[in-house]
């Protein structure tokens, strides 16, 4: 029996995503009998117990070093402090690596791994090479491009960066050039192409089986122009971008503008839909009623009713996260509006609107600007799109299982 080691960054939701939807695959497609574990902590730690109860012995719980939560995504003045302070309740980060370390050492000495599939985890890169274990790094980034007010963060983009290239292999989760959306966040020496693979998009290419439509769905099939404002993120920049929208919405030229906000937070209370008068209503008072809305606040969406409105909106508004960005592009070949939180958003956001896939905006005057330009010069986004799309490698696990069977093999 072949053993797999999956190791998942915490900080944010993208690494998870992606390594499930490659554990599908795996288990289907490759051929060997296979025993994978899983190593994460915090939220995605929770994750992972759910969707495996009955294997909690092939899951563990190694906390790995993650920024502290700002205002608006990590802090890093409370981040610098606890590098050799403990601030916030955790412990010095110094502190925090070295256990952490050793800990997935440990692990890597109890299961004797034949492969390991690190997205996001640095550390256990370094470990698979010290150990002479095969290893596949997959990612979106390698040297991404900073920006003036984010120099600083160089010599640590530059550590990293070598410490990913010891992966025996490197997976690209993104369609090969020219339409690879990180782009900008690459920049891989040329000694490395040679272990690099633009295996696609990291679909899990689950085909939603349409049931009965929601009072969601009903109220908006009739409804033309709308945008889709996604909120997504860990706490600090779930909520930085909900502030962000509610200043946007604010102005005079969105008082019709139609919108559908998801919170991404199974929170049924933040489902309301405003009527152009500023009266609010439940979603399925407001289908009842047959209510002129002008906002939709919904706090989770379902896969079906997720579908239903990216097929039926004009435009998404997202924070530039590399899974949203080609979903919305190249699944959907809806143009986007981009409000960055990180260098690694605003990269791929400039890539978009260089093609005229989208817009970059910084601030609420861009933001308004935008929609209004996407409303006018419509037909030159979708004939961009339309390109893209056709373009669009959404088959990146179904690479990445063929890729990890030949390195069982060998």
């Given at each position: 029996m072949k053993k797999i080691g999956g190791f998942i960054n915490p900080w944010g939701n993208g690494h998870f995503t992606r390594m499930m939807a490659l554990d599908d695959v795996i288990r289907k497609d490759v051929e060997d009998d296979?025993?994978?574990?899983?190593s994460s902590s915090g939220e995605i730690y929770q994750k992972l117990?759910?969707?495996f109860p009955a294997k909690k012995e092939n899951l563990h719980n190694i906390v790995i070093p993650t920024p502290i939560d700002g205002k608006c995504g990590p802090s890093i003045t409370l981040s610098l402090f606890?590098?050799?302070?403990?601030?916030?309740g955790r412990q010095p980060l110094v502190s925090v690596m070295a256990k952490y370390l050793r800990a997935e050492g440990k692990l890597y000495d109890k299961q004797k791994f034949d492969l390991v599939i690190n997205d996001g985890d640095v550390g256990s890169n370094i470990i698979a090479e010290k150990r002479n274990v095969k290893s596949i790094f997959i990612t979106n980034q390698f040297r991404p491009k900073l920006w003036v007010s984010r120099s600083y963060f160089y010599p640590a983009v530059m550590y990293?960066?070598?410490?990913?290239?010891?992966?025996?292999k490197i997976i690209v989760a993104d369609s090969p050039p020219p339409y690879t959306i990180c782009e900008y966040n690459l920049n891989f020496p040329e000694r490395l192409k040679k272990k690099i693979v633009y295996a696609g998009h990291f679909s899990n290419g689950t085909t939603i089986n349409h049931g009965p439509k929601s009072d969601l769905q009903k109220l908006i099939e009739n409804v033309d122009g709308f945008g889709y404002w996604m909120i997504t993120g860990n706490k600090s920049t779930n909520k930085a971008t909900a502030t962000k929208y509610e200043k946007v919405f604010h102005a005079t030229r969105m008082n019709n503008e139609r919108r559908i906000v998801s919170h991404a937070k199974n929170d049924p209370s933040l489902d309301k839909v405003l009527d152009k008068d500023g009266k609010t209503y439940s979603i399925s008072e407001a289908f009842e009623k047959n209510i002129?809305?002008?906002?939709?606040?919904?706090g989770f969406l379902s896969e079906q009713e997720k579908d239903t409105v990216l097929n039926l909106c004009k435009y998404a508004v997202i924070n530039g996260s590399h899974?949203?960005?080609?979903?919305i592009l190249g699944t959907k070949a809806?143009?986007?509006?981009?409000?960055?939180?990180?260098?690694?958003h605003t990269n791929q956001i400039k890539w978009a609107e260089e093609r005229n896939l989208g817009i970059l905006a910084t601030n609420i005057k861009q933001t308004v600007s935008a929609v209004s330009e996407i409303h006018n010069n419509y037909n030159k986004y979708q004939e961009n799109l339309v390109e893209f799309a056709k373009n669009y490698d959404r088959n990146g696990t179904k690479k990445t299982a063929k890729i990890i069977s030949e390195m069982l093999e060998d």
């Open positions: 296979l025993d994978i574990h899983y117990l759910k969707k606890n590098i050799l302070l403990p601030v916030a990293i960066s070598k410490k990913i290239a010891k992966a025996s002129d809305w002008i906002q939709i606040d919904v899974t949203a960005m080609g979903e809806k143009p986007i509006i981009g409000i960055p939180v990180y260098d690694e």
